[in-house]
């Protein structure tokens, strides 16, 4: 049986994951807490605006997404997943993308 929070989690979290990459920033920020921190190797943000601001240039560059795995607690998770890029000479990048929870959303992603 999965502990209630830590389902809440894995929902908030496939939620995100999921808007995201179809380009829905309406449901991705459904799931965003405020104040809301990202940090990559491309881009960081500490304003929830802004980091949903940029995913459109972000996606230009994808081409799909396969996750390859989850992982949940209470209030964290891990994603792993294979990203599909239109960039040749990157092909496909594997991201491991680790997230902290506060009151079932997304607090901060990196």
Do not use: W
Not at 8 to 31: N, Q, S
Not at 48 to 65: I, K, T
Not at 79 to 101: K, M, N, S, W
């Amino acid at each position: 049986m999965i502990a209630p929070s830590t389902a809440a989690a894995g929902d908030a979290v496939r939620a995100y994951h999921e808007a995201r990459f179809r380009g829905d920033i309406h449901a991705a920020a459904r799931t965003l807490a405020d104040p809301f921190h990202f940090r990559s190797p491309l881009t960081a943000s500490d304003d929830r605006n802004e980091h949903l601001a940029g995913l459109g240039m972000f996606l230009q560059m994808v081409s799909g997404v396969d996750l390859v795995s989850e992982l949940y607690a209470a209030d964290e998770a891990t994603l792993v997943y294979d990203v599909h890029t239109t960039i040749p000479a990157v092909g496909v990048q594997c991201t491991a993308e680790h997230f902290r929870l506060a009151q079932g959303r997304i607090s901060s992603s990196g």
